[in-house]
């Protein structure tokens, strides 16, 4: 299978750290896989998305995205190429359902026809029924229905990867569960590459085709749930595994791809 996402000996360093950020990272993550990224507070797992679409800039090391270089490609280029969801969700206020969902496909100079075909599409991937939802606004939705729109306007343009930070952390248990099992879905309908940072154990291991586990910027495991639950490969992970509770009960069906 093709990689999508390849770090090579990747470092960051932020002032006053008393280590890397990332500590020289190399990792392969092939097309089509739903990557999660776990690990405690400050283990370097949301600065290795940041630096995939350029918020950060790596110190050394390169990052290649479908085999370039991404310091070959202007940041915006790059970012309209990505599709990215934070927990804040980050949709626009004053504009409709149907307008946040167009935002970048309008940028990129969509005709309208194809523009309507894509959100209708995309609002029927979660089960919002576009007549009833695309002229409604952000405040006029459930905060659960408003992390559908904010998954669903970051797949609008066909990027090539999704970058997801944390995006359900603000959600009730009820909700999250239920958002995880849409995420699923759109995974598995869109076949593209999902790198997924959570600190939700239980979350990691339901979602993930592959687990990657950070602590102190480093690497200390990458393998599949079964893998990392089954032969954790060292005193943290194990650690990590146990505080969770986490057990194969949790692995999605048809991990691995």
């Not at 970012?79 to 969700?89: L, M, N």
């Not at 995309?122 to 992390?147: C, H, I, T, W």
């Not at 602590?215 to 943290?236: C, R, S, V």
Request: with cysteine; net charge neutral; aromatic share 6%.
């Amino acid at each position: 299978m093709a990689v999508a996402v390849e770090f090579q000996n990747v470092v960051k360093r932020f002032p006053g750290a008393g280590y890397n950020a990332l500590d020289h990272v190399s990792l392969k993550i092939e097309e089509g896989e739903l990557l999660t990224v776990l690990g405690t507070s400050g283990c370097g797992k949301t600065t290795l998305i940041k630096l995939i679409n350029r918020i950060h800039e790596a110190d050394e090391g390169d990052i290649y995205l479908a085999g370039t270089n991404i310091k070959e490609i202007e940041p915006i280029t790059l970012r309209r190429g990505i599709g990215y969801v934070i927990q804040q969700i980050g949709l626009f206020p004053h504009m409709t359902i149907y307008d946040n969902i167009a935002t970048v496909p309008r940028i990129l100079k969509w005709d309208k026809e194809k523009i309507d075909r894509r959100v209708t599409e995309l609002l029927e991937m979660v089960n919002l029924a576009p007549e009833e939802f695309k002229d409604r606004y952000p405040g006029q939705l459930s905060g659960g229905q408003q992390q559908r729109i904010g998954l669903i306007r970051a797949l609008a343009a066909n990027p090539k990867i999704m970058l997801l930070d944390e995006p359900f952390g603000a959600i009730d248990a009820i909700n999250r569960s239920n958002l995880q099992d849409e995420l699923l879905k759109i995974h598995r309908q869109s076949r593209k590459t999902f790198l997924f940072v959570t600190h939700d154990i239980n979350e990691a291991i339901k979602l993930g085709t592959k687990v990657l586990i950070m602590d102190q910027g480093k690497i200390q495991q990458y393998g599949t749930p079964t893998e990392i639950i089954e032969k954790p490969a060292n005193a943290f992970v194990e650690s990590l595994m146990r505080s969770g509770g986490a057990d194969s009960n949790y692995v999605r069906n048809g991990e691995g791809i």
